[in-house]
């Protein structure tokens, strides 16, 4: 059975963005969420997902590498086995292998990850429509007014098992965790209580004294705060239930206050339909896997004028953005960037990207390069104080043109075009790795659609 | 004819085969142009790439010729395959 302290901590996504599997994924303003919960967790979902696809290394001491870790490779995930042989989450790759020589090394695959979490998602949505992720491998699934399609509550664990095994292979659903309870933060809890196969609801009327035996840090919070409760000799919810509110506030803020809350079992956060808005994608195929930071960022910049052009991008800015890539040899690598404020500015997206990549680049050679713009707000119409505009601006009808923007009477040339061929037949000459000493490799077509 | 992947870059500058005479040594003697075959005049550089050993190693020995018609012409001979290839360098 998973300790609680085991667990990954949980967010409820109130007050500011935080690091980590949270909740604050965006929901539908204003739509009612289901009180009744359903928490779906599968522990070590990327290790499982790896040991799924190949079985024959289930046996062994596996460790999968953390995502993105530079030059330092640390462990992520652990099998049963590694972790009797001391091997621990966190701990360098030199470290482990000297514990374990016998260590498998697994790099990770995030692309296939995300691609799972989609699938579990979607798994989940034949029980219910009101799904809510909370990072990799934890969904919550609202079941109020489901009695009339499915019966009562008692069998929407079981429901939910089945409805995971027709997508999962068995030994990856056979490790799954539910847990159901009013609110996500009781249904999380009686989720990291459960053991695999053995599901646990808790009714109302019992949520206090089932979460008073529970330590404090299961506690949605700042685990600084956890940390101060633990020196201050509050370890469990039912000794920080006894604390009166003032106290709490006037020594954590409001935090002090919501904390009490889940304590107590009195606040119930509803699980909120998950709202996706429509992602804007833009891909590149290298004609050879391209490995040079330049090419990369070539490419990226490329990507970035393809998908901010997008009909579906116009008149909003972008917040999120997520830069994947297919390697050589057959894993993936990927990574995310949550922007200040919406923008629609080239440079301003690309910038923390390329930041990113230097910090945790692709480990092989890229065969295929995706943007995904996800996350969007209202564009912003003021340039940044410090946006000038470079020289060497062109002009389009007497109109002068910023770098890199197309005349409408060619963008609606080539829509024509496309209409009557079903693909643009102009191109442009790019650069590709304008370094290489293979002549081929330095410039390429690239299809030309404005 | 369908259409192309809008997503896949098309490389530029794409070697092909040429049918080449060579003398002792390998020299290139005569190319098989389009136009006919053309006789060189002059080698005016050679130089070897290898790159890429650890995945499908590339070994090329290119050589910038003078034709005896005033043109200059780039020209490799893959040294993995054996064969002769027209190239801008």
């Known amino acids: ?12 996504g109130v007050g500011e963005e935080k690091e980590g599997p949270s909740l604050a994924s965006p ?5 009612p969420g289901s009180r009744r919960a359903l928490c779906v967790w599968l522990p070590t979902f990327e290790l499982r997902l790896e040991l799924a696809r190949s079985p024959e290394l289930d046996a062994t001491s596996v460790a999968l590498l953390a995502p ?4 330092r490779h640390t462990v992520w995930q652990v099998s049963e086995r590694g972790a009797e042989a001391g091997v621990l989450p966190g701990q360098l790759v030199s470290q482990a292998v000297s514990l374990c020589p016998a260590l498998t090394l697994l790099e990770p695959d995030p692309a296939h990850y995300d691609a799972a ?25 609202g079941t109020d007014g489901l009695e009339r399609l499915h019966g009562p509550p008692s069998r929407y664990p079981g429901l939910a098992l089945q409805a995971l095994l027709g997508t999962f292979p068995r030994p990856l659903v056979a490790a799954t965790r539910i847990g159901q309870a009013s609110g996500k933060f009781g249904a999380w809890v009686a989720a990291a209580r459960a053991g695999p196969g053995s599901p646990v609801t808790i009714p109302d009327p019992e949520i206090p004294s089932f979460l008073a035996s529970c330590p404090v840090s299961v506690l949605p919070v700042e685990p600084l705060m956890v940390q101060r409760l633990e020196r201050l000799g509050i370890t469990t919810l039912e000794k920080l239930s006894s604390l009166p509110e003032p106290a709490l506030v006037s020594q954590f803020g409001s935090q002090g206050r919501r904390a009490l809350e889940w304590a107590t079992g009195r606040r119930v956060d509803p699980v909120r339909p998950l709202h996706r808005p429509r992602p804007i994608r833009a891909s590149l195929d290298f004609p050879s896997p391209a490995g040079r930071t330049e090419t ?4 990226l910049d490329r990507l970035l004028d393809r998908a901010l052009s997008r009909p579906a991008r116009r008149g909003r800015g ?10 050589e040899g057959g894993k993936s690598w990927s990574m995310e960037v949550v922007l200040r404020e919406p923008t629609a500015q080239k440079e301003s997206i690309a910038f923390p990207l390329r930041a990113r990549m230097a910090l945790s680049p692709p480990p092989r050679a890229v065969e295929r390069l995706v943007l995904e713009m996800f996350r969007f707000g209202p564009a912003t119409s003021q340039p ?59 410039h390429a077509l690239l299809s030309f659609e404005p | 004819m369908s259409a192309p992947n809008p997503h896949a870059l098309r490389p530029l500058n794409m070697p092909r085969p040429l049918r080449v005479r060579t003398g002792s040594g390998g020299r290139p003697l005569f190319l098989h142009l389009d136009r006919g075959v053309r006789r060189v005049q002059h080698i005016l550089e050679i130089w070897q790439v290898d790159e890429e050993w650890w995945r499908e190693p590339i070994s090329r020995r290119y050589a910038r010729l003078a034709l005896d018609d005033g043109r200059i ?16 360098g």
């Open chain 1, 384 to 442: 940044g104080f410090f946006h000038r505009k470079e020289g060497g601006g062109r002009e389009a009808g007497g109109v002068e043109m910023a770098e890199g923007a197309v005349p409408p009477s060619l963008r609606e040339a080539v829509k024509e075009l496309k209409l009557k061929l079903g693909h643009s037949p102009l191109y442009r000459v790019v650069e590709v790795d304008p370094w290489s000493r293979i002549p081929e490799r330095r």
């Open chain 2, 73 to 88: 012409v780039t020209v490799y001979l893959d040294l993995l395959g054996r064969e002769w290839y027209l190239q801008e």
């Open chain 1, 296 to 299: 990369l960022h070539g490419a």
């Open chain 1, 117 to 141: 979490q989609e699938e579990m998602l979607e798994t989940l949505m034949e029980l219910s429509p009101v799904v809510e992720p909370a990072g990799r491998g934890r969904i919550f699934v």
């Open chain 1, 1 to 12: 059975m998973a300790s609680l302290q085991q667990a990954p901590p949980l967010l409820l």
């Open chain 1, 27 to 31: 929901s539908l303003p204003g739509v």
């Open chain 1, 318 to 327: 972008v917040r999120g953005v997520r830069l994947r890539a297919d390697l």
């Open chain 1, 68 to 71: 993105g870790g530079g030059s």
